[in-house]
């Protein structure tokens, strides 16, 4: 069912921004020069967490493109420790100069599929949290070429995310304590991503 809303979020962005798509093909030249059309990119801060992870950015007007990224930890340490989740996101972006240069603002939309526990820091010591989130925000970025096709870019966005969870003891097979959800208001979105561009 929650798929089902993200899946109705991304079909909105897209009859939102496909109808940009009809400037003619000689204005597009014209407003982008040699501006790409496609970029495939990772996010080092999923790295960083030992998290795989990929995106994929299309034009879809001289200043509107639709970024569609993916990431997913499967690791369990030990004392089953865990920090496992899947997460799909989807932005439509504006770019305030050609599209894959500089500044740009977006909207976005999330799901994910958690199973976290037993990480003191995070303030998961003795519990295990099974579920999903679901949510909307807006971010900003801005993309620094470093070649003709590479390029590093940072972005970040605030939102709402809602979760529906399950609780229970953290050790293996822990007794279920209940379930549970919670509204979030804040940060929804970081990145500093390498990517490469092409046509």
């Given at each position: 069912?929650?798929?089902?809303?993200?899946?109705g979020?991304i079909?909105?962005?897209?009859?939102?921004?496909l109808?940009?798509?009809?400037?003619?093909s000689?204005?597009?030249?014209?407003?982008?020069?040699?501006?790409?059309r496609?970029?495939v990119?990772t996010?080092?801060?999923?790295?960083?967490?030992?998290?795989f992870?990929?995106?994929?950015?299309?034009?879809?007007?001289?200043k509107?493109?639709l970024?569609?990224?993916?990431?997913?930890?499967p690791?369990v340490?030990?004392?089953?420790?865990?920090f496992k989740?899947?997460?799909?996101?989807a932005?439509?972006?504006?770019?305030?100069?050609?599209?894959?240069?500089?500044?740009?603002?977006?909207?976005?939309?999330?799901?994910?599929?958690?199973?976290?526990?037993?990480?003191?820091?995070?303030?998961?010591?003795g519990?295990?949290?099974?579920g999903?989130?679901?949510?909307?925000?807006?971010?900003?970025?801005?993309?620094?070429?470093?070649?003709?096709?590479?390029?590093v870019?940072?972005?970040?966005?605030?939102?709402?995310?809602?979760?529906?969870?399950?609780?229970?003891?953290?050790?293996?097979?822990?007794?279920s304590?209940?379930?549970?959800?919670?509204?979030y208001?804040?940060?929804?979105?970081?990145?500093v991503?390498?990517?490469?561009?092409?046509?």
């Open positions: 069912m929650k798929a089902n809303c993200l899946y979020v079909g909105t962005l897209c009859l939102v921004l109808p940009l798509k009809t400037v003619s000689e204005k597009r030249a014209a407003d982008t020069g040699s501006a790409p496609f970029a990119k996010n080092a801060l999923y790295w960083a967490a030992a998290s992870n990929a995106g994929f950015e299309a034009g879809l007007a001289p509107i493109t970024d569609v990224s993916a990431a997913y930890n690791w340490l030990s004392e089953n420790r865990k989740f899947w997460l799909a996101q932005e439509g972006r504006y770019w305030f100069g050609r599209r894959f240069r500089g500044h740009f603002v977006g909207v976005h939309a999330l799901y994910a599929d958690f199973n976290v526990g037993g990480i003191r820091f995070l303030g998961l010591g519990r295990r949290y099974e999903d989130l679901y949510g909307a925000g807006v971010s900003y970025g801005y993309r620094w070429a470093i070649g003709k096709r590479w390029g870019e940072a972005t970040a966005g605030l939102g709402y995310l809602r979760s529906d969870y399950n609780r229970y003891e953290q050790k293996r097979c822990g007794a304590l209940g379930s549970g959800h919670r509204n208001f804040g940060p929804t979105r970081i990145g991503s390498f990517s490469f561009t092409f046509d």
